[in-house]
């Protein structure tokens, strides 16, 4: 039984809420990243297809779920200022720029499909097709360059690895929207798919390398995190999940290439947490327990991720259940 009035005391049960919480927070992260990576994904291929029924089966493959998927985003916004505010409010105040071209380029990606399927006509859908790809690229290449330069504490909008980290999860993206579509599609476009997938997996891994021995040689302060056993399994995961990704889809196992998917989206998130932890916001010189909020609120806002968590767990498990299977022809968005 908790005490209402050792909320205001004590951590609950004792344990290292802030730590946890840090670790949440790239959980939540990575689970954007993956489910709505796959509807990026989806939108940068649209781009490859010149066939106007493989597009309404791209289109009719993310319909019932993308909106969804954009919940996760609104849960790390929600939790980054609910438990380390001061890293909120220096995160998106220094690059109050980079925020809203994000939100621009998600509200792009978000109303285009809408207005795509509006009229048929050919001028018409030629100009929000191209406006659903860009706002799709646009969305990854900016959210890349964020989480960058978070890691490295850039005061400043544009830089080099924010911009090889902004092309990597682009790729990343493209890597998990052919495994989604792989599963959501048949025929020859489910076939097309596998080339673009090796490609934007061998992209992926060379721009991966390129960003990490880029940090290694340009931070000496992230050298020895670098060299940490925990970073060096992670990118040693990493290779492996890309094998497993490449093999899967070479012996048409949709679902373990899938996974695949999910375990290079979790990895990347988790080297960025390992080096980035025990600070949150490198810029501002605040660590994990300088960033926390009190006691009371930790615990409050703990108790209530406990209750609301698992429910919109539920409810992405019954989303899904209900939407599975392959999209068939003559579907529509």
Do not use: C
Not at 300 to 317: D, E, M, S
């Amino acid at each position: 039984m908790i005490e209402v009035g050792s909320l205001a005391n004590e951590p609950l049960f004792g344990l290292p809420l802030a730590d946890i919480w840090f670790g949440l927070l790239f959980f939540i992260f990575g689970t954007f990243l993956f489910l709505d990576g796959f509807d990026f994904g989806v939108g940068a291929l649209f781009a490859t297809r010149d066939d106007d029924e493989e597009r309404e089966l791209l289109l009719a493959a993310i319909g019932p779920v993308w909106d969804g998927n954009e919940v996760w985003l609104v849960v790390f916004g929600g939790a980054l200022f609910a438990v380390f505010p001061a890293a909120y409010a220096n995160l998106f105040s220094r690059h109050y720029l980079l925020m809203f071209a994000i939100l621009g380029a998600l509200i792009l990606r978000g109303l285009a499909p809408e207005f795509y399927e509006q009229r048929h006509d050919e001028r018409w859908q030629r100009w929000w097709g191209r406006a659903f790809v860009v706002g799709s690229v646009a969305a990854p290449f900016l959210l890349g360059m964020f989480a960058a330069n978070w890691l490295l504490g850039a005061t400043t909008t544009v830089t080099l690895p924010g911009i090889v980290v902004g092309f990597a999860l682009v790729a990343l993206t493209v890597v998990d929207g052919v495994a989604y579509l792989r599963l959501k599609t048949r025929g020859d476009l489910r076939d097309d798919l596998r080339s673009d997938g090796y490609r934007a997996l061998a992209a992926y891994l060379v721009l991966v390398v390129t960003t990490l021995a880029y940090v290694y040689l340009a931070e000496p302060s992230l050298r020895s995190a670098l060299r940490s056993p925990l970073v060096l399994g992670l990118v040693a995961a990493t290779l492996v999940f890309a094998a497993t990704y490449a093999g899967g889809m070479a012996r048409d196992r949709d679902y373990l290439t899938f996974g695949a998917a999910a375990g290079l989206v979790f990895s990347l998130v988790a080297v960025v947490a390992t080096l980035m932890y025990p600070s949150i916001d490198r810029a501002g010189g605040l660590t994990v327990d300088a960033a926390v909020v009190s006691t009371l609120p930790l615990n409050l806002v703990t108790i209530g991720a406990a209750v609301l968590l698992p429910l919109i767990f539920v409810y992405f498990a019954f989303l899904y259940s209900a939407f599975s299977g392959p999209v068939e022809a003559g579907e529509a968005y």
